[in-house]
Protein backbone atom coordinates (compact mmCIF):
# COMPACT_ATOMS: atom_id res chain seq x y z
CA UNK A 1 0.00 0.00 0.00
CA UNK A 2 0.98 3.42 -0.51
CA UNK A 3 1.14 6.57 1.60
CA UNK A 4 -1.70 9.13 1.24
CA UNK A 5 -1.03 11.95 -0.27
CA UNK A 6 -0.80 15.15 2.01
CA UNK A 7 -3.03 17.85 1.16
CA UNK A 8 -1.28 21.47 1.05
CA UNK A 9 -3.20 24.36 2.47
CA UNK A 10 -3.74 26.86 -0.18
CA UNK A 11 -1.89 30.28 -0.25
CA UNK A 12 -3.07 33.16 0.28
CA UNK A 13 -2.07 35.49 -2.20
CA UNK A 14 -3.16 38.99 -2.45
CA UNK A 15 -3.51 40.34 -6.71
CA UNK A 16 -1.24 43.74 -6.72
CA UNK A 17 -2.35 47.20 -8.72
CA UNK A 18 0.11 46.44 -11.14
CA UNK A 19 -0.80 42.59 -11.48
CA UNK A 20 -4.54 44.12 -12.04
CA UNK A 21 -3.19 46.81 -14.65
CA UNK A 22 -0.81 43.99 -16.95
CA UNK A 23 -3.75 41.84 -16.96
CA UNK A 24 -6.06 44.27 -18.07
CA UNK A 25 -3.35 45.45 -20.50
CA UNK A 26 -3.49 42.04 -22.52
CA UNK A 27 -7.20 41.53 -22.27
CA UNK A 28 -7.54 45.12 -23.59
CA UNK A 29 -4.59 44.37 -26.48
CA UNK A 30 -6.64 41.13 -27.53
CA UNK A 31 -9.83 43.00 -27.78
CA UNK A 32 -12.05 41.37 -25.29
CA UNK A 33 -14.48 43.35 -23.52
CA UNK A 34 -14.43 43.29 -19.76
CA UNK A 35 -18.03 42.55 -18.66
CA UNK A 36 -17.43 42.33 -14.98
CA UNK A 37 -14.53 42.87 -12.70
CA UNK A 38 -14.98 41.67 -9.33
CA UNK A 39 -12.67 42.47 -5.78
CA UNK A 40 -13.21 40.72 -2.46
CA UNK A 41 -10.27 41.60 -0.78
CA UNK A 42 -7.41 41.06 -2.46
CA UNK A 43 -8.99 38.49 -5.21
CA UNK A 44 -9.84 39.63 -8.56
CA UNK A 45 -12.01 38.18 -10.95
CA UNK A 46 -12.29 39.69 -14.45
CA UNK A 47 -15.14 38.07 -16.52
CA UNK A 48 -14.38 38.98 -19.97
CA UNK A 49 -17.45 39.67 -22.79
CA UNK A 50 -18.07 37.57 -25.90
CA UNK A 51 -16.39 38.46 -29.33
CA UNK A 52 -18.81 38.26 -31.97
CA UNK A 53 -17.13 36.48 -35.45
CA UNK A 54 -18.28 38.28 -38.10
CA UNK A 55 -19.95 36.25 -41.20
CA UNK A 56 -17.53 34.42 -43.41
CA UNK A 57 -17.84 35.40 -47.41
CA UNK A 58 -19.92 33.58 -49.50
CA UNK A 59 -16.83 32.69 -51.22
CA UNK A 60 -14.68 31.94 -48.07
CA UNK A 61 -14.19 27.85 -47.72
CA UNK A 62 -16.45 24.94 -49.08
CA UNK A 63 -15.63 23.12 -52.28
CA UNK A 64 -14.39 24.49 -55.37
CA UNK A 65 -15.94 24.16 -58.90
CA UNK A 66 -14.04 21.76 -61.10
Known amino acids: MTAPALVQPAKRVRASERALRIALK ?11 LCVTGGQIEIHCGHV ?15
Not at 52 to 66: I, M
Request: a negative charge; hydrophobic letters at 35%; aromatic letters at 4%.
Open 26 to 36: VIQDAGLPVDK
Open 52 to 66: DEAAPSPDHGGLKDW
